[in-house]
């Protein structure tokens, strides 16, 4: 993708890539921002370079009505530190990973209005839409989540959403780390050991490929195979 090339630099393979941590928890030493931290270790083992947003302390206003909020000139007018996390992070970022606590079942609001103000920027009353929506592809994406309920099926339908919402972007999806906790000690506890899951995929995270394959994918019977890259590490779920 025209952007991946833009943004990488030297030797591709071994040039160190951007994660950006999206923390969007209402605490900012919350169970989902220790997992955050935990990941962005991974980041640093593998040689890569991490950044953590705590997105309660920069994006304070409400996506609006774009019609009202914009100026003549097409360029969103809400004063807080949306447009430069936007910008100057997300956009630059090989890796995003969302990090939340679920709230009523879903993602947290910090996080989804986050994400529904990505719309200013590529709707065509932006002047830089086309650049802007390029480089917004063509990233790898993880999900963090802190839940108190332990159950399965109430995790799946955000999973599922933030799946979605890859595929639009045109985002690898490559995995996601969950604690059940509460107390915001309660990750240290946790016998899953989350944040040791969180740490691992920070590690993997540009050596895992998720496949996807088709009625006529090419493809052999067996897996695991020399060291095809490929194959080296399959999407993380913990
Ligand atoms: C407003 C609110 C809604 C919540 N809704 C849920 C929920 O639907 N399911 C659940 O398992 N936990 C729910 N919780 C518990 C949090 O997910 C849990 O405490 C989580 O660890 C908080 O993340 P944090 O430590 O990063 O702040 C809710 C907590 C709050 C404050």
């Known amino acids: 993708m025209a952007q991946n090339a833009e943004r990488s630099t030297g030797d591709a393979a071994s040039a160190p890539k951007k994660v950006l941590c999206l923390s969007a928890s209402a605490r900012p030493d919350g169970n989902a921002r220790q997992m955050a931290e935990a990941l962005l270790e991974g980041v640093a083992q593998a040689g890569h370079e991490g950044e953590l947003v705590h997105l309660a302390d920069h994006v304070t206003r409400l996506f609006g009505n ?8 097409g360029f969103c007018t809400l004063d807080d530190g949306y447009e430069n996390i936007l910008l100057n992070k997300y956009v630059k970022a090989d890796a995003v990973v969302y990090v939340s606590p679920i709230y009523w079942y879903g993602i947290s609001g910090h996080l989804k ?24 592809m063509g990233k790898k994406a993880a999900l963090l989540l802190s839940a108190e309920e332990n159950s399965f099926s109430k995790r799946t339908p955000i999973v599922q959403h933030m799946i979605q919402l890859c595929e639009y972007m045109e985002h690898e999806f490559v995995g996601i ?22 740490r691992e995929l920070g590690r993997l995270l540009f050596d895992i490929h998720e496949t996807d394959y088709r009625l006529d994918t090419d493809r052999g019977p067996i897996i695991w195979q020399g060291d095809d890259s490929a194959y080296k590490h399959p999407a993380y779920w913990r």
Do not use: W
């Open 113 to 136: 209005n986050f994400l529904d103000r990505f719309y200013c920027y590529m709707s065509g009353g932006y002047p830089h839409k086309d650049a802007f929506i390029q480089g917004m």
């Open 66 to 73: 774009c019609r009202e909020c914009r100026n003549a000139e």
């Open 177 to 198: 780390a969950v604690t059940t906790a509460n107390s915001h000690k309660d990750v240290r506890s946790d016998p899953n050991k989350p944040l040791d899951s969180a």
